[in-house]
């Protein structure tokens, strides 16, 4: 019937083989269509289909203008994206204060990757206090996965608290 949640939830099974074999093509087809209903979620997908070539032909400009799509209508994933391009320099030029802001919003807005990356940003601009608490949070919300790739990033940090302080709040139980 069209409806953008159903068509985007429909490409998250093409996407991650949920009742039917991955079929990459149509996962993408579908977030296409979710996003130009307007979907933010539909925008996100579509954008991260287009960031890593994933049944289409890799477009990041593309990727990056779905993305500030949906970071206009406040969703968080999508605004941890601008900002990861904004710091890398990924098709608009170099900006870390603009890629800081990004974070800040998506962590705010609660995406545990923004979360992480506001803490990056906090710590290296010696906010330390600042770093500890973003990366307790994000430690809570964080799937397993990505609280190893944290605790591998803590791992190399020269400051001595926040690498001992954030690895006992990412390996808190939760």
Same mark, same amino acid.
């Given at each position: ?11 998250? +099974? %093409? ?6 074999? &991955? ?6 087809? +579908?977030?296409? &269509? ?7 979620? !539909?925008? /996100?997908? %579509?954008? =991260? ?15 990056? $203008? ?11 994933? =999508?605004?941890?994206? &601008? !900002? =990861?391009?904004?710091?890398?320099g990924a098709i608009v030029p170099r900006d870390l204060a603009a890629a800081?802001? +990004? /974070? ?14 506001? $803490?990056?940003?906090? $710590?290296? $601009?010696?906010?330390?206090?600042g770093a500890l608490l973003w990366i307790e949070r994000c430690g809570a919300e964080a799937k397993p996965v990505f609280r190893d790739k ?25």
């Amino acid at each position: 019937q069209g409806h953008p949640m159903g068509l985007n939830m429909l490409g998250r +099974c %093409y996407d991650l083989g949920w009742g039917t074999p &991955v079929d990459k093509k149509r996962a993408a087809e +579908c977030f296409r &269509v979710a996003a130009e209903a307007g979907l933010d979620w !539909g925008m /996100y997908n %579509y954008g =991260s289909a287009l960031a890593l070539g994933a049944g289409l032909t890799q477009d990041k400009a593309a990727a990056l $203008a779905w993305f500030e799509k949906a970071a206009a209508m406040g969703h968080a994933k =999508s605004t941890n994206f &601008v !900002g =990861s391009f904004h710091e890398e320099g990924a098709i608009v030029p170099r900006d870390l204060a603009a890629a800081a802001d +990004c /974070y800040a919003r998506a962590a705010e807005g609660g995406d545990f990757r923004g979360m992480f990356n506001h $803490a990056r940003m906090l $710590a290296e $601009a010696g906010d330390i206090d600042g770093a500890l608490l973003w990366i307790e949070r994000c430690g809570a919300e964080a799937k397993p996965v990505f609280r190893d790739k944290a605790l591998a990033w803590l791992a190399q940090v020269p400051d001595e608290r926040l690498r001992a302080e954030g690895t006992a709040a990412l390996r808190k139980e939760r």
